[in-house]
């Protein structure tokens, strides 16, 4: 059964009460953050570099349309050819389209969120083309016919022994194991058939660059390799948001990338691709055609609003769900959205509408940790206050986000409508008040989700009005007193 963030409480519920889930994020959480930590021993050298790709960023930001025409200029000196896709449904019509125009019959896929938000693989499948997955944790959650659990690790949610038995039962002629190099390179023979027989391949974009019309991949098995290079199509994915200005942003951006994510001083791959072979060149010195499909799908709506145009920055490194408390408890997939955790939970509402996400900006502690180590400094906690406001809101007010004010219920409008009228008539306000006061006994027996886990607040002997009426009472008398002597 696929999750949904419709169904966000019920999954967040189901996955708190599963041991295995909660074990398996525990540990992997807890390894990946001592990782990072490891290559972050400086505070202000981290500090100084976040500084330095939070002004690379936003700069992009602000030249963002300039930048994509010199991009798409420069690709297409490159040989590069561009394409340009308004929603997700357009571009898979585009990649379909390719597809067939090369008569494709074998496609591999390198790991790219752009393509599991588009749904790309759901696409091609009920159109009759196989994708197979080349990253080895897209490869197990494909097997398995999942989606991914993190937006780096795809697979963190299982452990060796249940890819073990996943491997056992999918694959032919594979016995049970939990030895983490054999299960590797199980996946690794299958793979391999698989690159030298496709005929096309797709790969995601880390940082696309105008000024050279460059398209850098950043991995560390070798497959965006295999995948952007030994088929002569190559199709490349990227939400518009990917492009960067100039070849020297991108040191310090892959630097904060590969420490934030893996905790790794630099990856093993860093594909740099310009372009398809060159004319006499030999087939494996690449593809014969390499494709950039650029892509919209709701982007452009966060880019218009000033502050929501910061979530535009992220470069999915995934150390927001490492340190967040909710994530690292309930898993990727209680989301129900491609990209779960704090990123998700300001992203989705964006690419989905408020409706179907109006829960997710609501599960947050707000402490601050997604924030403290985002690379990019994107202010998660205030976008998710932000996001909880606009739920909210009076469906007439217009905020530009799709779905403002879904949460807001036609009861709860009528009580602060009430609200506001007693509280501009005094007399109202006296009334409605005492017979709150005079209900308050009546707090204990009622139980709400907020209550469950909480003591019920005991009424205060005297209201406010009591005891302010007693005081100037005292005081009065006390005044008398002074008085006489
Ligand atoms: S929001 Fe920041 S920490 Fe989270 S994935 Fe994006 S860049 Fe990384």
Redesign the pocket.
Do not use: F, Y
């Given at each position: 059964m696929h999750s949904t963030p419709t169904a966000f409480k019920a999954q967040a519920k189901a996955a708190l009460a599963d041991p295995v889930i909660r074990q398996n994020f525990r540990g992997a959480m807890d390894f990946l953050r001592g990782k990072r930590q490891g290559v972050f021993p400086e505070q202000a050298e981290f500090k100084a570099l976040q500084a330095c790709a939070e002004t690379i960023k936003q700069q992009a930001l602000d030249d963002l349309p300039q930048l994509l025409e010199l991009l798409e200029q420069n690709c297409t000196r490159n040989g590069i050819q561009v394409h340009w896709a308004e929603s997700a449904q357009e571009a898979n019509e585009i990649i379909d389209g390719l597809i067939d125009q090369h008569d494709g019959t074998q496609v591999v896929k390198g790991k790219s969120m752009a393509t599991e938000e588009i749904e790309l693989n759901d696409y091609l499948g009920a159109r009759g083309k196989d994708c197979i997955e080349t990253d080895m944790g897209e490869y197990i959650v494909q097997l398995a016919g999942e989606h991914p659990s993190h937006?780096i690790m795809p697979a963190i949610h299982k452990n060796a022994e249940e890819i073990g038995q996943l491997f056992h039962e999918k694959v032919a002629g594979v016995d049970y194991t939990t030895d983490v190099d054999t299960l590797i390179n199980i996946g690794r023979t299958q793979l391999r058939e698989r690159f030298m027989a496709a005929d096309i391949g797709i790969t995601g974009v880390n940082f696309a660059v105008a000024e050279t019309g460059t398209l850098c991949l950043v991995e560390n098995e070798g497959n965006g390799r295999m995948v952007s290079t030994v088929p002569s199509v190559h199709i490349a994915v990227s939400g518009i948001e990917k492009v960067i200005a100039s070849l020297q942003d991108t040191p310090p951006l892959l630097s904060l990338?590969t420490r934030?994510?893996t905790g790794q001083i630099i990856t093993t791959y860093f594909n740099m691709i310009s372009g398809p072979r060159g004319y006499g060149e030999a087939e494996r010195d690449g593809p014969k055609e390499v494709h950039l499909v650029l892509i919209d799908n709701g982007r452009t709506q966060a880019y218009a609003d000033e502050q929501f145009r910061k979530?535009l920055?992220?470069?999915?490194?995934?150390?927001?769900?490492n340190?967040c408390p909710v994530y690292t408890r309930i898993g990727g997939h209680a989301y129900g959205t491609v990209y779960p955790?704090?990123?998700g939970q300001?992203i989705s509402p964006h690419l989905l509408g408020l409706e179907q996400t109006n829960d997710l900006p609501t599960a947050s502690s707000l402490c601050g940790a997604?924030e403290e180590?985002?690379?990019?400094?994107?202010p998660?906690p205030n976008l998710l206050q932000r996001l909880r406001r606009q739920s909210n809101l009076g469906r007439e007010a217009s905020t530009g986000i799709r779905g403002a004010g879904s949460a807001r219920s036609g009861l709860e409008a009528l009580v602060w409508k009430s609200w506001r009228w007693a509280c501009c008539r005094p007399w109202a306000y006296g009334v409605v008040t005492r017979v709150v006061a005079l209900a308050r006994p009546l707090l204990g027996l009622v139980k709400t989700p907020w209550n469950k886990g909480r003591a019920t607040p005991r009424p205060a002997p005297k209201t406010l009005n009591q005891l302010l009426k007693h005081r100037a009472t005292g005081s009065n008398r006390t005044g008398g007193a002074h008085g006489n002597h």
């Open positions: 937006i990338l934030s994510a979530t920055s992220c470069i999915r490194c995934g150390a927001c769900m340190h955790g704090p990123i300001i997604c180590v985002c690379p990019v400094n994107i998660i």
